[in-house]
Every structure is written in C-alpha cells, then in structure tokens.
Nanobody, 115 residues
Framework: QVQLVESGGGLVQPGGSLRLSCAAS????????MEWYRQVLGKQRELVAI???????NYADAVKGRFTISRDYDKNTLYLQMSSLKPEDTAVYFC?????????WGQGTQVTVSS
C-alpha cells in the first residue's frame, strides 16, 4: 500500500503562485509514474501534469508554461509549482501514484484563485 498526503493549497490572488506537495509513504518503491489531477465540483477530473519514473514530464495545455511538476525521490515527495494563477485554476488538486497493479490517490487539497 501507498499513502499520499497533499498539502500547500489555499487562497491566492490571480497572478500569484502556490506550491503543492504530495508526500508518499508505505511501499514507495513500487511507484512508477505520478500525476496531478484537478476537479471542479460537478465536473470531471482533469489531468494537469505527469512525471514518469524516468523524469519525463507533460502538461495539460491549460497549464503549460505556468505549472511545473517535479519529484524528490529522497523525500518521496511530488510537487506542483503553480505560477501566474488564474481563477479558472480553482479546483481540488489530487496527486496520483501508479504502481504495476494499483493506482493510489491522495485526499486532495483545495486551491482557490480569487481577488
């Protein structure tokens, strides 16, 4: 089993920055790719960014150039650096860890972008 705990969400003004963290514990050696998703109430979850086990990253068009996903293997932590935030980035952000047979989800952290 892998446990994921997100943190770093909050209220930020448009144009501001936040860094989300996702701390992994348990069988972390089984984790391969990791992702950030986000969800607005009443809408489908949206893939925001992915980082593979080899460090390859990819982003949704809506966040390219503004968000950066990274991973610290020593700390077993996934990050999402978000800058130039817009009101439409408001959502609950989830981290996901993939292993060979199971996908693990965190509980989510709320990000609200508003003046």
């Amino acid at each position: 089993q892998v446990q994921l705990v997100e943190s770093g969400g909050g209220l930020v003004q448009p144009g501001g920055s936040l860094r989300l963290s996702c701390a992994a514990s348990g069988r972390t050696f089984s984790i391969t790719d990791m992702e950030w998703y986000r969800q607005v109430l009443g809408k489908q979850r949206e893939l925001v960014a992915i980082i593979t086990s080899s460090g390859i990253t990819n982003y949704a068009d809506a966040v390219k150039g503004r968000f950066t996903i990274s991973r610290d293997y020593d700390k077993n932590t996934l990050y999402l650096q978000m800058s130039s935030l817009k009101p439409e980035d408001t959502a609950v952000y989830f981290c996901v860890a993939h292993s060979r047979y199971v996908d693990y989800w965190g509980q989510g952290t709320q990000v609200t972008v508003s003046s």
